[in-house]
């Protein structure tokens, strides 16, 4: 089955600066790619996403990136503000059956 | 709130004790899914529903846990003679179906049910 690992666990960043959290997977049927950010208490909010037939894909200030070759996927925040500090889940998923990676504890500090 | 709904939002019980969470998706999603999660870790996927018919279920889930959707709008979710270890956030998430507008594969999150059983 698929095994999705994520990293760092835990990220601290001043604000202003650029943070990034990597996620890699093992099933080569899987094709979408989503991100979710989880505030305490409140459920996944989807942020970004990508599917498997893209390399990149950027919204204002976040962006993902996909090598399907080496099974790995990027989630890049840049200009971070205090308002960005949650949990972040990456996920492979092949519409069936999705797995999320153990989550990115990301603070922003003013 | 046209958002994806569930119920309740906590349940506190005796180990030993049936529970059942009720979930109700977005207008029109055909699918569903069923998922658990612990403090400081990532959903964990439970089961899969398009529309009535369960097509995914975890090796994770034991024969305590069932889960149905006998009219392929709401599902619920049932555990028998709960444990300690079944205490968790149950969350349930609704996709749109294939060749509509929205994306097939964004998944929508409901609130949780919080699970503690003493």
């Known amino acids: 089955g698929e095994n999705v690992e994520q990293h760092p666990s835990t990220l601290s960043v001043q604000e202003g600066d650029s943070a990034v959290i990597k996620c890699t997977y093992s099933?080569?049927?899987?094709?979408?790619f989503p991100w979710y950010k989880q505030e305490l208490g409140k459920r996944p909010q989807l942020i970004i996403d990508?599917?498997?037939?893209?390399g990149e894909k950027k919204d204002q200030r976040i962006a993902v990136t996909l090598n399907k070759t080496a099974k790995h996927f990027s989630l890049h925040i840049t200009e971070t503000q205090p308002e960005d500090s949650a949990v972040y889940f990456c996920?492979?998923?092949?519409?069936?059956?999705?797995?999320f990676g153990p989550g990115t504890r990301l603070s922003v500090l003013p | 709130d046209t958002g994806v709904s569930q119920d309740p939002r906590h349940k506190i019980t005796k180990r030993g004790q049936n529970v059942t969470f009720r979930c109700d998706p977005i207008?029109?999603?055909?699918?569903l899914y069923w998922y658990r999660q612990t403090l400081g870790q990532g959903p964990e996927f439970l089961t899969y529903?398009?529309?009535?018919?369960?097509?995914?279920k975890s090796r994770l889930l034991s024969d305590r846990f069932s889960a149905e959707r006998p009219k392929g709008s709401f599902s619920t979710l049932e555990i028998q003679r709960t444990e300690q270890g079944d205490s968790a956030m149950y969350l349930c998430?609704?996709?749109?179906?294939?060749?509509?507008?929205?994306?097939?594969?964004?998944?929508?999150f409901g609130p949780g049910t919080r699970l503690t059983v003493l």
């Open positions: 990508i599917r498997s037939n893209v």
């Open positions: 996920a492979a998923s092949n519409r069936q059956n999705f797995v």
């Open positions: 998430a609704s996709s749109p179906p294939l060749g509509g507008l929205a994306s097939p594969d964004t998944q929508y």
């Open positions: 099933d080569s049927a899987s094709n979408y």
């Open positions: 529903f398009q529309n009535e018919a369960q097509l995914e």
């Open positions: 207008s029109e999603h055909n699918r």
